[in-house]
Each structure stands twice: as C-alpha cells, then as structure tokens.
C-alpha cells in the first residue's frame, strides 16, 4: 500500500467474515466476535462502509437488519455473481479508487478474484476484526466533524446521483436545481484538523500535493503573506461540509499554491468556482494569477481544469508545472451557485 494513501473505504463479506457460518446452510444467526464494534469504529473514524456478498439479497439485508446495521453500508452489492462486479459497483457509486479501499473476506479465492480486477485493492482476511482494524492504514489523526458525518454525507451523494440519473436536461441545468451555496472564508484554528484530512486523503483533486505539518498549517493563518481560504457546501439534500482549500502566496502575483476540492463534490463545479473566485481576488489587487501544479498519479484532472479555466503553461520544471492565468477579465461565478464570503480580506 502506498504510504500517503489511507482506508477510506471498508467492503464486507458477510459469511463466515462478518456473521458466523453461512446464511443459506442456516448459518447467520451470530455475529462474529469484534463484528460490531469494528463497524462501529470505522464510521466513527469517517471511514465509509458496504458489503459485496454472495447471497440471496432479500435475506441477507433482513439479517443485516436485524442486527441494527443496515444504516452503515452504503449501496451494498449482495447476489451469486462475481465479488469483483460488486466491488466495482461500490467504488463507482462512490467514487473511491481502489487504492483507497479495503475488502474483507474469509475465502482466499475470493480475495484473489477481487485483486484479479483490481490489483490495488487492500485485501483482508478479517481473522481478527479487532487487530485488523488497528493496522496503520486504517488510523486516523483525529475525529472531525466532517469524518463524524460523512456517512451522512454520502448518502446524500448518492440521493444526488439518483436524481441526476433521472433527470433530462444539461448537466449545468440539473446543478441548478440543486440551490447549491458556497460559503468561502479565512482557514482559522479550529479549522486545521480539517485542512490536514483534506491534504492527506484527497489525491485527485489536488493541484499539487503538497502537505503541511499542523504548525505549519497554524502558522498560515494570520501570515499576511498567504490567503488561506476553506469553502464549505450545501444544497437542498444536505450540507457536504467543508470540501475545499485556496492557499495563495501575495507577492508581485498572488501564485496559488494549493487547491483542494473533496472527490465527493467532483461533479458539481467546486473546483471552477475556486479558480474564479482566485481571478476575482487577484483583480481586486490589480495583480496576475499564477498556479503552481505539480503532477502526481491522480491528479490530472486538476491540470484540465486549469486549462479550461483559461490558465496557460509559464514555466516546465520535470513534473513541476507554473501557470498563468491569461484571460483579460477575472472569471465569473457560475450561475447555479451563491457565493457568500464570510471575512475575506
């Protein structure tokens, strides 16, 4: 497993792995020792849960039920086909990469054909639930108020994705429905936790991924040098939290050098509007736009959207990238989304 990467996503197998013995041989009846408590854990550590099982779907979801744990497994993937059909379903719905989640099962074949289809899957026997999830990978620094809800947040998502699925018209059109607001304001203390799960667990969109200690992070806050902002979101289905950072350095040119938006808002504009929102700060001053990118493994997207929001290549450094915003005038908000700034400078 690759070091910065953490467990954001825990898939279950239900026979012999979460529940005692095989549901259809009249097994079932018995959850494994440290079962519950593991799923418990897990989603108060904000990591996200759901289950890829062999099984009648109808009876294991009333067994899940019964023991009071339908509620911690998003869009589980329960019939006699392939496990790996199922582990892709989940990480699409809720886009995760693979690298990012964890499948538990007792059977080594099933373990095998998961990472036949996705090599980068973290695979686990779950001998020991407990020692299990103790391991490295699945720590966290610290309990956020967006990790505490972020199995909230993600059924929201995916309320989302329905009724996106079902609606007929323009991509822009359907996020117009959504009464999206934006609240952008200055990173303060109580914010820093947050900012460091932001660094550490977004990979995709990120423009640069660099990362700060907390000291580091803290000592942004009143530097009059930096613009350290964080924008948090909300729509008619919920509010998404905090999920994205603008870090910019003032000099002869505001140089942007770090922009993070969370991948569960990657479809809805985030990233755009943050880019805007830097053009508009940097004509308030009468100063250029510059943009630090450094390419990573994930993070391509970022590089495009840069592009498409009118910034040009300035300088090549091996995977170090410096741009330049090119457009005559800053960039406007898109129309399906207010913006509200809350003590920007």
């Known amino acids: 497993m690759a070091e910065s990467v953490r467990i954001k996503l825990v898939i279950w197998d239900l026979d012999n792995t979460l529940w005692e013995g095989t549901l259809s041989e009249g097994g079932g009846s018995t959850l494994r020792p440290g079962a519950r408590e593991a799923v418990l854990e897990l989603d108060r550590r904000g990591i996200v849960q759901s289950v890829a099982s062999k099984n009648d779907g109808a009876a294991a979801m009333a067994r899940i039920r019964e023991f009071g744990l339908e509620d911690y497994f998003l ?29 538990v099962d007792d059977s080594e074949f099933e373990r095998d054909e998961v990472r036949h289809i996705f090599p980068s899957v973290n695979a686990y026997d779950g001998a020991s639930l407990s020692d299990m999830i103790a391991l490295p990978e699945f720590q966290v620094p610290f309990i956020t108020e967006d990790a505490a809800n972020r199995r909230q947040m993600y059924r929201a998502d995916l309320a989302r994705q329905s009724a996106e699925s079902a609606f007929e018209g323009s991509a822009d059109e359907f996020l117009a429905t959504l009464g999206m607001e934006l609240d952008i304001s200055p990173v303060t203390e109580e914010d820093i936790k947050r900012v460091e799960e932001l660094t550490v667990r977004t990979h995709q969109l990120n423009s640069t991924g660099y990362t700060y200690d907390y000291n580091e992070l803290v000592s942004m806050i009143d530097d009059p040098r930096r613009v350290f902002l964080i924008c948090g979101l909300r729509d008619k289905y919920g509010d998404s939290g905090k999920v994205g950072l603008l870090l910019m350095e003032r000099g002869e040119a505001f140089r942007i050098k770090l ?22 700060l940097a004509a308030r001053e009468g100063k250029p736009l510059l943009a630090e990118f450094f390419e990573t493994e994930y993070n391509r997207i970022m590089y495009i959207t840069y592009k498409l929001a009118g910034f040009e290549d300035q300088e090549e450094n091996g995977s170090a990238l410096l741009l330049r915003y090119a457009g005559d005038e800053p960039i406007p908000m898109p129309d399906y989304l207010r913006v509200t700034e809350s ?3």
């Open 343 to 345: 003590g920007v400078k």
């Open 75 to 103: 869009c589980p993937q329960i019939s006699w086909g392939h496990k790996s059909a199922g582990v892709g379903a989940i990480l699409s719905a809720l886009n995760i990469k693979p690298e990012a989640a964890a499948f």
């Open 259 to 280: 922009l993070i938006v969370s991948c569960r808002v990657m479809s809805r504009g985030i990233g755009s509007a943050l880019l805007a929102y830097a053009t508009q």
